[in-house]
């Protein structure tokens, strides 16, 4: 079975740092763009950051640029999302994905992980 996995998520105060972790088994992901969406309550989930296999293309919502960075390590099949500066407004369940298909649309990503919550505190 696909499987991803994310770890990392938390409390943190606005201004802080957290981490975010995903490990992906159960087949290869040679050649797939892995990424990240959230989703806050009441809202719709949301593209946050996608990464292409090799790094060379990369992708960020205009909410996150300059605050988050997407890095991805393709001998250990696992993807990081680095959120620094954080803000309230990044509340929210994140999850990580994998498609064949580089797109901010998360009807192009057909492997999504459980999700890690990520709650910021003013």
């Known amino acids: 079975q696909v499987q991803l996995v994310e770890s990392g998520g938390g409390l943190v105060q606005a201004g802080g740092s957290l981490r975010l972790s995903c490990a992906a088994s159960?087949?290869?992901?040679?050649?797939?763009?892995m990424g990240w969406f959230r989703q806050a309550p009441g809202k719709e989930r949301e593209f946050v950051a996608a990464a292409s296999w090799s790094g060379d293309t990369i992708y960020y919502a205009e909410s996150v640029k300059g605050r988050f960075t997407i890095s991805r390590d393709n001998a250990k099949n696992t993807v990081n999302l680095q959120m620094n500066s954080l803000k309230p407004e990044d509340t929210a369940v994140y999850y990580c994905v994998a498609s064949r298909v580089m797109v901010t649309n998360r009807n192009g990503y057909p492997y999504w992980g459980q999700g890690t919550q990520v709650t910021v505190s003013s």
């Open positions: 159960g087949r290869t992901f040679s050649g797939y763009c």
